[in-house]
């Protein structure tokens, strides 16, 4: 099989599991939204942003790192395993030190509990890097996408189950603990790796030197993007945080699962060319090109929408996270884009510099957070837009250097598709001003957008839709 096979087959199981894992983790998120108050998602959004922070620690850039690295060893995999099981324990048994602590600073007295619960996800994940990384250097996302289904649906079955039976909060802590643990069990019995007793100082040097910058640099985007919880938990109550953490949890599925596969499988196919600035170049643009058709008209259509989908799917309880939700969806329109360009630098081997642009831009960040919460949160998440879209400048501001893509060819590429999405949003939005029933309003919606968004392709005529089309139709007339 060809790697350009390998590609597509690789992105459509990616895509496979972020249609039928996340969906069914956005499904489960709806369920108990209605049998849940604010109040619990404000306090789980908390512990949410912590784990995922110090989760970053515990994979600690080696996963990458063995990625990028042509021919990894038996010992290089051995080292990094022992190397992550370790961390994950000693940053667990930290949680547990400080969980009153931060039960405390954000006058919150359960976390104390909660936290030591959820603290355990960073050992399971810890346990399986190695099983994912080998999957991933394969291009094998069968595994992952199946698995990652089952335990989606087995752990919000539980999680479910349990809001009926009046766990409250406890039903959010089991979905995000079970969840990677059953994944993990399914990884673990069906790879063929099994970890030896070895560790090599010099692989543990080789694959640090890389990883460490990594490590911090996403250690210091995880924060920045976890910022916003820890700030609305501490200076606004629970309630106002729950809020914004259902509205970023409406477009977050689908900006994160979109660069979740961008990643995915462009790291591993750009690896291939990291000496080849030319092919390079071609292979780059082709997936900035596909993440601007897919995610910018996603983004915008979630905009347009949600006024109808949050109050059908989970209730009047949560109007306010309306326009939060339509705020929050025009930075996930470039968040694609701003992993992609820092990808490039991690597969030339820059892992010193984008170090130093995350360092860069989140000195930036800082002021305008404490800028903006002083006039609330709408203020905030303005101040957010604003820095996306400098970040996506400064991000993309190498990327002429390293394969000669300016920002002039840039913008080249990404008009079509914002005039595109723009007309598809304002032809969709403007439904949500006539006085109708809700069902009817999303479903005129849809309509609407559909056929503006079809009319539009048709007549400039974009690759990326041509071949969308083409393989379409093909699939269409193979089983019809």
């Known amino acids: 099989m060809s790697l350009k096979q390998k590609a597509i087959k690789g992105f459509s199981w990616t895509i496979f599991e972020g249609i039928f894992s996340q969906g069914a983790i ?8 209605r049998l849940l108050t604010p109040e619990d ?35 290089d995999y051995n080292t990094v395993f022992y190397t992550n099981i370790i961390t994950a324990v000693l940053l667990y048994l930290l949680l547990w030190a400080v969980a009153n602590n931060i039960a405390t600073f954000f006058n919150t007295p359960i976390l104390t509990n909660l936290i030591k619960v959820s603290g355990t996800i960073l050992v399971i994940n810890g346990l399986v890097i190695i099983q994912r990384t080998i999957l991933t250097k394969q291009l094998d996302f069968k595994k992952l996408g199946i698995f990652a289904v089952i335990s989606s649906l087995l752990a919000g079955s539980i999680a479910i189950a349990m809001a009926y039976r009046d766990y409250g909060v406890w039903s959010l802590i089991a979905f995000s603990v ?16 099994k970890p030896k007793l070895e560790f090599s100082k010099n692989s543990f040097k080789e694959l640090f030197n890389f990883g460490y910058k990594l490590l911090i640099t996403n250690l210091v985007n995880t924060a920045y993007k976890n910022v916003y919880y820890f700030v609305i938990g501490k200076y606004f109550s629970p309630t106002s945080l729950g809020f914004y953490t259902r509205a970023d949890q409406f477009q977050t599925p689908f900006s994160t699962n979109i660069t979740f596969a961008i990643r995915r499988i462009s ?11 030319k092919n390079l170049k071609i292979k780059f643009i082709q997936f900035i090109r596909f993440s601007m058709f897919l995610n910018f ?22 109007e306010t996270s309306i326009f939060y939700l339509q705020l929050l969806c025009i930075p996930g329109m470039l968040y694609p884009l701003q992993i992609l360009h ?48 400098l970040e996506y400048f400064i991000n993309s501001f190498y990327t002429k250097k390293i394969i000669d893509y300016n920002l002039k060819d840039q913008f080249k590429d990404f008009l079509p598709f914002f005039l595109i999405s723009v007309l598809t949003f304002i032809s969709m939005l ?25 009319l539009a392709n048709e007549l400039l005529k974009q690759n990326e839709y041509l071949t969308g089309k083409n393989k379409l139709l093909s699939l269409i007339k193979k089983y019809y």
């Open 41 to 75: 998602f404000g306090v789980v959004g908390i512990i949410t942003a912590i784990i995922t922070v110090t989760n970053s620690v515990v994979e600690a850039g080696f996963g990458s790192a063995l990625i990028r690295k042509v021919h990894a060893t038996e010992k």
């Open 342 to 389: 820092l990808n490039l630098l991690l597969i030339k081997g820059y892992s010193n510099l984008n170090l130093k642009l995350e360092i860069i831009k989140k000195v930036i960040l800082i002021p305008i957070i404490l800028i903006t919460v002083n006039f609330g949160i709408d203020y905030m998440i303005y101040g957010l837009i604003f820095f996306s879209i």
């Open 430 to 454: 403007g439904v949500t001003f006539a006085a109708i029933n809700l069902f009817l309003m999303i479903s005129a919606q849809l309509i609407i957008g559909i056929t503006v968004f079809i």
């Open 178 to 193: 079970l969840r990677p643990f059953l994944n993990s069990i399914m990884l673990w019995l069906s790879s063929n790796w």
């Open 267 to 277: 790291f591993p196919i750009l690896s291939n060319y990291q000496n080849d600035k």
């Open 26 to 33: 956005f499904i489960v998120g709806i369920i108990l939204a």
């Open 297 to 318: 008209i996603i983004m915008l259509a979630i905009a347009a929408i949600a006024k109808p989908l949050i109050l059908i799917t989970i209730g009047e309880k949560w």
